[in-house]
Antibody
Framework: EVQLVQSGAQVKQPGKSLTISCEGS????????ITWVRQMPGKGLEWMGR????????DYSPSFQGRVTISADKSTGKSYLQWRNLKASDTAIYYC???????????????????WGPGTRVIVSS | DIVMTQSPDSLTVSLGERATINCKSS????????????LAWYQQKPGQPPKLLIY???VREYGVPHRFSGSGSGTDFTLTISNLQAEDVAVYYC??????????FGQGTRLEIK
């Protein structure tokens, strides 16, 4: 089983930068990709992007491209979500989730989010 | 982009009764070569992260009680919770993972006990 531990809650001012982290562990963690999901207050789940920690290959949702940076450090098993210019609208809980890429008939497709971190609450306020 | 629409937005069911949540995708999430529906269900209890309940539309995740079942194919799916328990109070989300790289979630259905 994979366990995901996320960094603690953050309160930041608009315009500031922020990096939050997600650390994975478990026997098979090295095979898993990491997805980041946003949940704004009282709202649903939004897919932000994903990363393959083995080579840092990354995809972004068009809604988040250019607003955040997803990265990973294979040696530490950590993935990061970074902002350079926070806005009040970034106030949310951010979850990381792990999935195994599903490859079939010569094509690698998406997959369900099998393991979830506890979330990091980010508050952006002046 | 595939849009996922759940119904109802909320429902109230008595203990021991059955709850039914529907999820409709704007296009089919059935991958024909595999005959698999790329559809998952998650449960999110207050103050907790989402938890995977069902994947491939009908496969129960390990440890999930048998009262949870998923059905459907193509564009129409259902999560059924039989013999509703107090601990089932949560928001339930469907998710399609047919498209890559992006997946998409339904807006969520809030389940409460009558």
């Amino acid at each position: 089983e994979v366990q995901l531990v996320q960094s603690g809650a953050q309160v930041k001012q608009p315009g500031k930068s922020l990096t939050i982290s997600c650390e994975g562990s478990g026997d098979t963690f090295g095979s898993y990709w990491i997805t980041w999901v946003r949940q704004m207050p009282g709202k649903g789940l939004e897919w932000m992007g994903r990363i393959d920690p083995s080579d840092s290959y990354t995809d972004y949702s068009p809604s988040f491209q250019g607003r955040v940076t997803i990265s990973a450090d294979k040696s530490t098993g950590k993935s990061y979500l970074q902002w350079r210019n926070l806005k009040a609208s970034d106030t949310a809980i951010y979850y990381c989730a792990a999935f195994l890429r599903h490859c079939t008939y010569g094509v690698c497709l998406n997959s369900y989010l099998e393991f979830w971190g506890p979330g990091t609450r980010v508050i952006v306020s002046s | 982009d595939i849009v996922m629409t759940q119904s109802p937005d909320s429902l109230t069911v008595s203990l021991g009764e059955r709850a039914t949540i529907n999820c409709k995708s704007s296009q089919s999430v059935l991958y024909s070569p595999e005959n698999k529906n790329y559809l998952a269900w998650y449960q999110q209890k207050p103050g907790q992260p989402p938890k995977l309940l069902i994947y491939w539309a009908s496969v129960r995740e390990y440890g999930v009680p048998h009262r949870f079942s998923g059905s459907g194919s193509g564009t129409d799916f259902t999560l059924t919770i039989s013999n509703l328990q107090a601990e089932d109070v949560a928001v339930y989300y469907c998710q399609q993972y047919y498209t890559t790289p992006m997946c998409s979630f339904g807006q969520g259905t809030r389940l409460e006990i009558k």
